[in-house]
């Protein structure tokens, strides 16, 4: 048989991308390892995260917790503050909350099972196959976002990929290209290629090995695939932020667990409603906290924010309160922290941007 000739267990297709795989793949610091708990973490990070933005915080997050003992072991502020930036918590939350299980119940080893792994919290049909498939070897298809954008423009699929109907044609697809034995390099192949070279905007079909396979590339429909969704309008909504200082301390309060945002520390915030912003703000410190609060001066910054799923902006003003902080509601605890204190906790995005932007005790501009 030529060195070019597919064996006869792998589809032609699959051979020539994992000879372009091996001549391409770029060196990332998750591919220097079989470890299977440090391959976990990087496909934690790399999910709805550019692989460029998960690189610094990869290396920092596995140089303080080098083994899953280190992590579970960990205080989950330090963690969520090690995470902080990357956004989407709940993966730290569920991989902190996994990491624990494992060294509980499996002596530190993460479990080469498929139903044990899938059973550990945050961890779905995706991360089983990413993760068993490249540290363990098993035979499994893995299927996230450049995926199924490659699968829909090479079999030219028209359905909705994100319905039952099209997952199950996509698995379909993707089991049918799954060679045995090679089934990590082959989900590393894919993804790769879908992340550099079948992008999905103006996709680099010149580039491509497997052109010559792709039937949406055949039929011009390259940049129709997948089918666009209609978009859904995002909510906007109005906050008002407190930022409170006290000898040298800023007031924060930290986010129940559950929810969004949960477990992170931010400034005292509450939403506008149909009352002025000083009322938004009296209201939200004395339901929430137990404190009378009074605002001093008037606005200090208007800073936009965005999540996946919803847009805010957030109002600031400087605000004296009188009381002890008693948190309840969306809160479970405060604190006044130092300037360097901030640096070690997990604080929520836009009250770092905040802290950015305005003027108080810790940001070296006048007051």
Same mark, same amino acid.
């Given at each position: ?8 267990? +792998? ?27 440090? +391959? ?7 999910q ?25 072991? *960990? ?13 989407y ?11 624990? +299980? ?11 099972? *498929? ?7 945050? %961890? ?9 498939? %490249? *540290? ?12 199924? !954008?490659?699968?829909? !423009? ?16 996509? !698995? ?6 799954? $060679? ?29 090995? %497997? *052109?010559?396979f ?13 089918? $666009? ?6 909510p ?17 309060v930290?986010?129940?667990? #559950? ?34 609060? #009074? ?22 003003y ?8 008693? $948190?309840?509601? $969306? ?22 941007? %905040? ?5 108080w ?7």
């Amino acid at each position: 048989m030529s060195p070019n000739e597919p064996p006869p267990d +792998i589809h032609p297709l699959t051979h020539m991308l994992l000879t372009w795989y091996a001549a391409h793949r770029r060196d990332l610091p998750w591919r220097r390892t079989d470890d299977p708990y440090l +391959i976990w973490v990087s496909e934690v990070m790399l999910q709805q995260t550019q692989v460029v933005t998960v690189i610094p915080y990869y290396e920092r997050f596995t140089a303080r917790f080098p083994t899953i003992c280190d992590l579970a072991a *960990a205080d989950l502020d330090e963690v969520l503050s090690l995470w902080q930036g990357l956004g989407y918590y709940a993966r730290a939350h569920n991989l902190h909350a996994a990491a624990r +299980i494992v060294c509980a119940e499996y002596g530190g080893r993460v479990p080469d099972d *498929a139903i044990a792994f899938r059973a550990l919290p945050g %961890i779905g049909e995706y991360m089983v196959a990413a993760v068993l498939s %490249i *540290a363990y070897g098993h035979d499994l298809a893995a299927i996230d976002g450049n995926v199924v !954008r490659m699968l829909c !423009r090479l079999f030219d699929y028209e359905g909705d990929p994100t319905r039952a109907e099209g997952r199950r044609t996509l !698995r379909r697809y993707a089991d049918e290209l799954l $060679p045995p034995g090679r089934a990590g390099d082959y989900n590393q192949a894919m993804m790769e290629h879908g992340a550099v070279t079948c992008v999905p905007r103006g996709p680099l079909c010149s580039d491509c090995p %497997i *052109a010559s396979f792709c039937l949406a590339r055949e039929r011009g429909v390259q940049e129709q695939r997948p089918v $666009p969704r209609a978009r859904r309008r995002v909510p906007h909504r109005h906050l008002v932020a407190a930022l409170c200082e006290r000898e040298g301390r800023l007031l924060l309060v930290r986010r129940r667990p #559950k929810g969004l945002l949960g477990g992170l520390w931010e400034l005292p915030t509450g939403e506008v409603g149909d009352d002025s912003h000083t009322g938004a703000l009296h209201r939200t410190l004395a339901d929430h906290l137990g404190v009378t609060g #009074k605002v001093v001066g008037g606005e200090l910054a208007a800073v936009d924010h965005g999540y996946s799923h919803l847009r805010v902006t957030v109002h600031v003003y400087r605000c004296v309160i009188q009381g002890t902080p008693h $948190p309840a509601g $969306p809160w479970d605890r405060s604190r006044w922290v130092t300037p360097d204190e901030i640096k070690t906790i997990g604080l929520a995005g836009v009250t770092g941007r %905040i802290l950015d932007t305005v003027p108080w005790i810790g940001s070296g501009r006048l007051l």
